[in-house]
């Protein structure tokens, strides 16, 4: 998927979720992650290995909607409704895999490329990935091999104040901003431990 003047045409900003995460404030809690965001750990880790391949530029996935042997590994884990959506719209199945992209580059992402190891830091207080991550979810394809698929991509940028400042103003202009500009403090948009219904480690 390429041409983002394109992608943008055919999707809603209701059924897109754009996120360059800033880090203006790192709140740390020690939560397990979620199960099946760790499901999606192996793909997520190509899917950016791919990103980074292509840095700066888009790296686009479909994701199938879960089948029978996903619904129940699901079960299994007492996850009922893959297509519940939370508070930003954003369906259970594909926050799971998104949550795992972003695992995979903040705990072992280096400025160019996948490390083997953790990152030194990663899940602390103040801790900054080399890189950010920007998503976009699409709409579902209506016809083709990858009919009922979600469309989505994932694009890699330089850590910084800019890199920041752009994502801001980005998620002001498209109203899904969760750092207020004033204050500079996250708004209710922001991801808390409350949206995390799995229990807390230890």
């Known amino acids: 998927m390429s041409g983002g003047s394109a992608y943008r ?8 979720v754009a996120v360059l995460c800033n880090g203006l404030e790192n709140r740390c809690v020690a939560y397990q992650r979620d199960p099946l965001s760790v499901r999606f750990d192996g793909k997520a880790r190509a899917w ?4 980074y391949a292509v840095k700066g530029q888009w790296a686009g996935e479909f994701v199938p909607p879960p089948g029978p042997r996903g619904r129940a590994w699901m079960a299994a884990h007492g996850i009922f409704r893959a297509y519940e959506r939370d508070r930003w719209g954003e369906v259970r ?12 580059v903040n705990w072992y992402g280096g400025v160019s490329g996948l490390r083997g190891e953790r990152n030194t830091g990663a899940g602390s207080g103040g801790w900054h990935a080399p890189v950010r991550v920007e998503w976009e979810t699409g709409i579902r394809a209506q016809s083709g091999p990858h009919e009922g698929w979600w469309a ?9 104040r800019r890199t920041s400042e752009i994502g801001l103003a980005r ?5 899904d901003n969760w750092i207020d500009p004033e ?6 948009r922001q991801s808390t431990p ?5 229990e807390p480690a230890g």
């Open 9 to 16: 045409q055919h999707t809603p900003v209701a059924q897109r």
């Open 48 to 51: 950016v290995a791919r990103a």
């Open 93 to 104: 199945w594909l926050r799971a895999y998104k949550r795992s992209v972003f695992h995979t």
């Open 152 to 160: 989505c991509r994932i694009r890699l940028h330089p850590a910084g």
């Open 171 to 175: 998620g002001i202009r498209e109203g």
């Open 183 to 188: 204050s500079m403090r996250p708004n209710f």
């Open 194 to 198: 409350d949206d995390r219904p799995w």
